[in-house]
């Protein structure tokens, strides 16, 4: 019986990660409201992920607040190129969804998929690696592509994993009414701490990261 109530139990231990995952998830949505600064509000919570990981995180509470205000400077100007350029791809492959289906219509129109998948690829990496190591937004952004080919298996697991809310707003409302409290009690969390995981076997990510 004594073994059962050792805070060393694995099942306390993952309840413990479990809650710092659920409180990380909210501090990220309360830090994303404002919509300039959550890209660095994505960038401080894979960094309390990794401190996470690491065995070094005392406080999510306390750690968050600080990875935020460190990457908030540098992570805006990716954050804002990945937010545009996400935006007109979105918008033009919905465009041309709606066109005739022309042969032109159609070499358009995978050619914007293959530009929306290239920019899915490479945000797995600009905001949750790729800002650690001070480079500038282009070097950063090509970095962030190089990873994402060089680790593709990964990358395609962690693209698929950041598509699910996109996947189910577009599913419709029912899909969207059993997601939405998901994501708001721990689903950002869980998403981020597994592509933590998947990170850690990712060649060259932990050299940029630090």
Do not use: H
């Not at 993952?14 to 809650?19: C, E, K, Q, V």
């Amino acid at each position: 019986m004594k073994d059962v109530f050792d805070i060393d139990n694995p099942f306390f231990a993952f309840m413990g990660t479990l809650a710092d995952i659920v409180i990380v998830n909210i501090l990220f949505l309360i830090c994303s409201v404002p919509v300039i600064t959550a890209g660095a509000s994505i960038s401080a919570m894979y960094e309390t992920m990794r401190r996470m990981r690491e065995g070094k995180l005392l406080s999510p509470v306390r750690y968050f607040p600080g990875a935020l205000r460190r990457s908030l400077k540098k992570s805006i100007p990716s954050w804002l190129l990945q937010l545009v350029t996400g935006m007109i791809l979105f918008f033009d492959l919905n465009v041309v969804g709606r066109m005739p289906k022309t042969t032109a219509w159609n070499l358009i129109g995978m050619a914007t998929g293959g530009l929306l998948l290239l920019w899915m690829l490479a945000t797995c990496y600009l905001l949750p690696a790729g800002i650690y190591d001070g480079k500038k937004i282009r070097q950063a952004s090509a970095q962030s592509m190089y990873l994402a080919v060089r680790n593709l298996p990964y990358t395609a697991v962690m693209a698929v994993l950041n598509s699910i809310p996109f996947i189910c707003l577009m599913a419709g409302t029912w899909y969207i009414g059993v997601v939405t409290p998901i994501y708001i009690v721990a689903g950002f969390g869980v998403t981020a701490y597994i592509n933590t995981i998947l990170m850690e076997r990712c060649k060259g990510v932990q050299e940029w990261c630090g």
